[in-house]
């Protein structure tokens, strides 16, 4: 049915005026829900306002979800394999309950099969299978996640010629459907004006749902989850040391092997891993609390603290308890630590086991805040926002948000995209809330993809890789832009010849330009330069150049702005214009000393002989056209000239 609708771009307009006007009727109300008194025991009531639900839309009619006891039982055993921890998976037993709840028609497992086939993860890929399967499900059951990977198949023409229209229309009625990854893709198309006409407020609209999302599942005292963002580029070519770069098994074992024997510090720094779920390893709050155990015996107050949070949060890792929580605070507290006193402040302002006291909360928190810990800073923005303990000061409140996100707090993100989408303490910016509200969501549940898209990568599965960043690029994430763009560059893919691989690297460098990526708009440069996936166009070529010499100062734009001005390819040739920016690109760069010296060197020899020449101009008249001047055969002399220059030399040389 939906096939219909991408094939007609008049229905498909309309279609996107109608969701354009109620998405707009939905976001003409912002404002943050202030909790009263008694409902602060969640944090999450305190710091964010009710998530919206979009309204009832016509849709087709799909088929009711009937599933069979048995095989629903096989698929909830195949998904427990799935998405258990690294050690304990059993990914071809996933598969094989996948496969078997499929046969007996379990459409969720038919799905998630075509995801498999899809990514070429666990089993053989196969793109066109699993597109059969997503247009199945698309047209009988409605399934948002299927409509989502089908937008995707068109977008970015895998296994499909690229489409794009029918990429909007999938990807419309998957957001419409609730899907978290489809409103990312579109809020990110509205935002940068992909194949859709600019619209800040769809965009914020979009990206507000999926922001929503994500906060809710974070609690106050978290900064969120920790996503791996690998640039290729960088580590490959050697640009920048990494912090994010994946520890390997090895390096793991080394720490593991240094906290059993009793390293205060590499027990503390597993423990940090494993709650955070940085460096390629999962989150594992039990071995986190292991960990911190084994630290916090030996007198660690950042590992004092860190059990404090685990003990007042609670899980399966370990029993909920306020009482050993403050405990655990009280000690890191009383040693100055920044995080036992941003814990003891959350102790008195949700009266956990307390007396609710926001004077004492007001004081640990400004405590926290004077050395610098980002929850410090974005409690006291909750405190000065809702006027607990305080004066109600937005200014305050945005001010302390300000410096929680700059940290890189989600919820410090969260609650300036509100402010800024609702003009609360500042004037009201559609672009600044909906670049905030981007950020939170893309610090979703997504580090999982980039892991996996890096070890395929390095483990040269190049086109699983090439996949899972494609994937990725399309929601709007630059690193994944560049690396997919770098992938295509220089290796190419299977899945496309190479002039298709080309020009989409051409597409990824430009979008991953427009989110401010240097390295890419020095590469769009090159590309118009070359004509690599494109015309020839110096003039572009040039403006890229400059760009990037201006904005990021690169000292390869530089060098080849110079170049370009000396030639006149694309702008007026001009000596000194190039000297200038050889100089320039000299000062930027210690390694780009060799290179400048060679061409001021040939700049300054070049300009001497034209000096020469048009000083005697004979000269001139002789290089152009030397007939003139000895005749027709002057070749002959010539040969014959340095044939006696060469039996001069032999001579002198056997002489000698």
């Not at 460096?279 to 030996?298: M, N, V």
């Not at 690029?473 to 994944?480: K, Q, T």
């Not at 560059?489 to 190479?498: C, I, P, R, T, V």
Request: with cysteine; proline share 2%; charged share 20%.
């Amino acid at each position: 049915m939906i096939q219909n609708f991408a094939k007609s771009p008049i229905i498909l307009s309309l279609l996107l005026v109608i969701l354009h006007q109620q998405v707009a009727a939905q976001n003409s109300d912002y404002g943050v829900n202030v909790p009263t008194q008694a409902s602060i025991s969640n944090p999450m009531q305190a710091t964010q306002a009710p998530i919206e639900e979009l309204n009832e839309q016509k849709r087709p009619p799909v088929e009711p979800e009937t599933f069979d006891p048995v095989a629903d039982k096989d698929y909830l055993t195949a998904m427990f394999k799935l998405n258990g921890s690294k050690q304990d998976n059993d990914y071809r037993g996933a598969i094989f309950y996948l496969n078997k709840a499929a046969v007996q028609g379990h459409d969720k497992a038919r799905e998630e099969l075509a995801v498999q086939l899809l990514f070429g993860d666990h089993i053989g890929r196969n793109i066109t299978a699993a597109i059969e399967v997503f247009q199945d499900l698309s047209a009988r059951k409605g399934y948002p996640r299927s409509q989502f990977y089908l937008g995707f198949v068109y977008a970015s023409g895998l296994g499909a010629k690229s489409n794009q229209a029918k990429a909007l229309t999938y990807f419309t009625f998957a957001a419409l459907g609730g899907d978290s990854l489809a409103q990312m893709a579109l809020g990110y198309r509205y935002w940068a004006s992909i194949n859709v006409v600019s619209s800040c407020e769809m965009a914020l609209s979009h990206y507000k749902q999926v922001a929503q999302n994500v906060a809710s599942k974070i609690s106050t005292n978290s900064v969120g989850t920790v996503i791996n963002r690998i640039r290729i580029y960088d580590e490959e070519e050697k640009v920048s040391s990494q912090s994010q770069a994946m520890l390997d098994d090895d390096l793991v074992q080394y720490y593991q092997l240094l906290a059993d024997r009793g390293d205060v510090q590499a027990q503390y720094g597993l423990g940090l891993l494993h709650y955070q779920g940085a460096r390629g390893l999962s989150i594992q709050y039990d071995k986190a609390f292991y960990y911190f155990s084994k630290a916090a015996e030996s007198g660690n107050n950042y590992a004092m603290a860190y059990l404090g949070k685990l003990y007042l949060e609670g899980g399966d890792h370990v029993k909920q308890d306020n009482l050993t929580a403050l405990k655990y605070f009280k000690l890191a507290s009383e040693k100055g630590n920044p995080i036992g006193q941003a814990g003891m402040g959350m102790i008195y302002f949700y009266g956990s086991s307390v007396e609710k006291d926001f004077t004492k909360a007001l004081k640990f928190f400004q405590l926290s805040a004077d050395q610098g810990y980002v929850e410090g800073y974005f409690m006291l923005g909750i405190m000065h926002f809702y006027g607990y303990g305080v004066k109600k000061d937005f200014k305050s409140a945005v001010k302390y948000f300000n410096l929680a996100a700059q940290f890189g707090h989600v919820l410090g993100y969260y609650n300036l995209a509100q402010m800024h989408a609702t003009g609360t303490g500042v004037l009201r910016s559609c672009p600044t809330a909906t670049e905030l509200y981007k950020n939170v969501a893309e610090r979703g549940t997504l580090s999982h993809l980039f892991s996996e898209a890096y070890l395929a990568y390095k483990e040269a599965d190049i086109d699983k890789s090439l996949i899972k960043y494609m994937l990725l690029s399309e929601l709007g994430y630059e690193v994944a832009q560049s690396n997919v763009a770098y992938i295509l560059d220089q290796f190419g893919s299977k899945l496309f010849d190479k002039t298709d691989s080309l020009k989409r690297a051409l597409v990824n460098w430009n979008r991953a330009a427009t989110q401010g990526y240097h390295v890419a708009r020095l590469k769009l440069g090159d590309y118009y330069y070359y004509g690599k996936g494109t015309d020839i166009d110096y003039q572009q070529a040039a403006s890229h150049y400059k760009y990037a010499s201006e904005v990021s100062q690169n000292p390869q734009a530089m060098f080849n702005l110079a170049y370009m001005h000396e030639n006149g390819l694309g702008l007026r040739k001009d000596v000194h214009l190039a000297k200038r920016f050889y100089d320039m690109a000299w000062e930027t760069s210690v390694d780009a000393h060799v290179p400048v010296a060679l061409a001021l060197f040939k700049l300054s020899l070049m300009f001497y002989l034209d000096g020469i020449f048009a000083k005697y101009n004979f000269l001139t008249g002789l290089v152009k056209n030397p007939a003139i001047y000895i005749g027709s055969m002057w070749d002959i002399y010539l040969m014959s000239l340095l044939a006696g220059l060469i039996s001069f030399m032999y001579v002198l040389r056997r002489r000698v």
